[in-house]
Every structure is written in C-alpha cells, then in structure tokens.
C-alpha cells in the first residue's frame, strides 16, 4: 500500500503563488508516475501535471509556463512538489496528489483545497 499525505493549499489573491507537497509512504520502491489533479464542484479531475520517476514532466496546456511540478525521494518517502505562480481565480479547486505503481495500482490523496480569490 501507499499512503499520500498532501499540504500546502490554502487562499491566495490572484498573481499569487503556493507551493503543494505529496509525501508518498509504505511501498514507494516501484512508483512509476505522480502527479497532481484537480477537480471543482459539478467537474470531472483533470490533470494539471505528472512526473515519471525519471523526472520526465507532464503539463495541462493551461498550466505550462505558471506551473512546475518536481519531486525527490528522501528518508523513505517520495514528495511530489507542485509551485503554482501567477494564479487565477480559475485554479481554484481541490487538488489531488495521484501516485501509480505496476499493474494498475493507483493511489489518491485527500485533496488539498486552493482558492484564488482577492
């Protein structure tokens, strides 16, 4: 099993910037991709970036240039990093850390709520 662990969310005024981490635990050994996703009420989660554990990024057209997602595997732990800068009031969702391993395993976060808002 994996377990995900999200933080950083929170309110910020538009142009802002936030910073969101997923510390990935239990079995981390064969994490292939992690990525974040977010998803606003009424809409289906749409993915805003992925990295392989290559390093290899991934971005929603809407995101590239504002968006940079990164990660590392410290202490038994593979964080998944999102810096989100010049925010619009349109990112406001709840953001979802995913991480997959071989064979189809999935895993979700609980979400992390971000609201643009002045």
């Known amino acids: 099993q994996v377990q995900l662990v999200e933080s950083g969310g929170g309110l910020v005024q538009p142009g802002g910037s936030l910073r969101l981490s997923c510390a990935a635990s239990g079995i981390i050994y064969d994490i292939n991709t992690m990525g974040w996703y977010r998803q606003t009420s009424g809409k289906s989660r749409e993915l805003v970036a992925a990295i392989t554990r290559g390093g290899s990024p991934t971005y929603a057209d809407s995101e590239k240039g504002r968006f940079t997602i990164s990660r590392d595997r410290v202490n038994a732990k593979d964080t998944v990093y999102l810096q989100m800068n010049s925010l619009k009031a349109e990112d406001t969702a709840v953001y979802y850390c995913?991480?997959?391993?071989?064979?189809?395993?999935?895993?979700w976060g609980q979400g992390t709520q971000v609201v643009v808002s002045s």
């Open positions: 995913k991480a997959e391993r071989p064979y189809g395993l999935e895993y």
